[in-house]
């Protein structure tokens, strides 16, 4: 899930911790390849991963096991970069002729990425697949189209919703949201959860500017009936719809009830809610083991809407194919192909802390079961019903910084919802209508 900005730190991928019971010799899907390389060897193919510590572990073991079923390929861990620098590095590496086979990319990223003829085309792969294309997630199969065609496989999967302190909850007699409620109901609840005298806010907002800045502001945009680019492809979708949901923040950050986090990847805005010093705050599955760890008793709900229409958004990233010759290619299709399966999407799922592809893997015992053990999971889980993602465009990075200028602009006091609107328009409509 891609929240960063261009120099936001990896900790933003936390990790759901607790894989336990899934043995690194689970049952595998598919049976041996038998693509073999002209010299009768393995084929062998380079992944860049983009995962460190208990990621890199899960996708290790995931590999391992692949190798093992399919002896005629190898899969080359070796190379790339963590996953926040991988653009950069697979640009570099298109540049100069010599990319991996696959690679881990931001949905984000994706739309840039695939302007290369190296990227392969899986439409062909994800259609013909073992769990039908229709089984996964929309916001999954969106974060991988662009005009029509599939330019990726999902990787991974989340979505947002709000953790609240019930201690803070219960210390301030304030009763627990429920799934109905409402963004000035959420104002008017941070409100009272704001104790000065304490320290305490009642909720938190990234500051830095980046994407973590920008992401959170889309469910309200979707749910006024605004959308992130206009029908015409040449300006924003959000003229209107913005000014409302930049309303919330500046009524948030009249009460001062919003602690406005000013460092990339949202760690101070984590570490003072796992402090006890807020009492709400918009995040994902990947923060819920932090959260434990920290002793927090907490309540998971969806996000408030204006409408009682549920909306969330969703942050997939993707594996990405490049084109390294017909039989580098066939073994890359291979492996993903077996990679996001339910069996082994589900170890990842719970190894790695993303949430199931599919409607077929969430309904795996494995994942199940995971979700009974960890208290707030099935909520995260439902939402995928109602997440939408961020428009595959590669104009997008240059509107999500002309919105994120706006959102700190507001939450600093420094502009109105509508003057900080005007000047995000003026600038993001002017790099929609640049040709790409």
Known sequence: MDVRGPSAPISRRGFLKGAGGLAVGATLAGCASNAQAGSGGPVTIELWHGQ???????????VADFQRAHPGIRVDMGGGVLADAMLQKVTAALASGSYPDIAYVFGADLASVARSPQVVDVTGLVNSGPTPWPDYWPSAREAVTLNGRVRAVPAMLDVLAVVCNKTLFAQRGIPLPDENWTWPEFVATARKLTD????????????????????????LVWDLGGEVIGKDGRSIGFAESGVRALEVLRDLAADKSVYIDPKPGSEQMYKAFAAGRIGMVATGPWQLPDITDAGIDYHVVPLPTFSRRPVTISGPDTWTLFDNGEERVRAARTFVSWLIQPDQDVRWDVGAGSLPLSRRAQSMPAWQQKAAETAGLPVFAHALENARVKPVHPAYPQVSQAVATAVVAVLLGRSTPAEAMRACAEEANAALIIPR
């Not at 460190?52 to 995931?62: A, F, H, P, S, T």
């Open 196 to 219: 000065p005298q304490s320290g305490t806010f009642g909720t938190a907002w990234p500051g830095a500017g980046d994407e973590d800045t920008v992401w959170r502001l889309w469910p």
């Open 52 to 62: 460190n510590d208990v990621g890199r572990k899960v996708i290790e073991g995931l």
